[in-house]
Nanobody, 112 residues
Framework: QVRLVESGGGLVQPGGSLRLSCAAS????????MNWYRQAPGKERRLVATISRGDGRPNYADSVKGRFTISRDNAKNTVYLQMSSLKPEDTAVYYC?????WGQGTQVTVSS
């Protein structure tokens, strides 16, 4: 049974940083690409970043390029999202994703 558990969200001021973590279990982690999505109130869930299986090549939505960094630790079965220079428009629930599986989400609020 696939399980994805996000952590690390919270309230941060504009310009601040947060690091999200997603602990994965129930599948062979190194064999799968992993994704971070986000969903702002009243909006569709959108892809933020993806990291390939194995060598971990990243790809980012244009809205977060240069500010967010996705990484993975295959020994710990964990994927991370380092978020810097946060803006109010980054406020959303952030979800970890593997194929059709989702975590419960973690709230990120950027506000002064």
């Amino acid at each position: 049974q696939v399980r994805l558990v996000e952590s690390g969200g919270g309230l941060v001021q504009p310009g601040g940083s947060l690091r999200l973590s997603c602990a994965a279990s129930g599948f062979t982690f190194i064999n799968y690409a992993m994704n971070w999505y986000r969903q702002a109130p009243g909006k569709e869930r959108r892809l933020v970043a993806t990291i390939s299986r194995g060598d971990g090549r990243p790809n980012y939505a244009d809205s977060v390029k240069g500010r967010f960094t996705i990484s993975r630790d295959n020994a710990k079965n964990t994927v991370y999202l380092q978020m810097s220079s946060l803006k109010p428009e980054d406020t959303a629930v952030y979800y970890c994703n593997q194929l059709g599986n989702w975590g419960q989400g973690t709230q990120v609020t950027v506000s002064s």
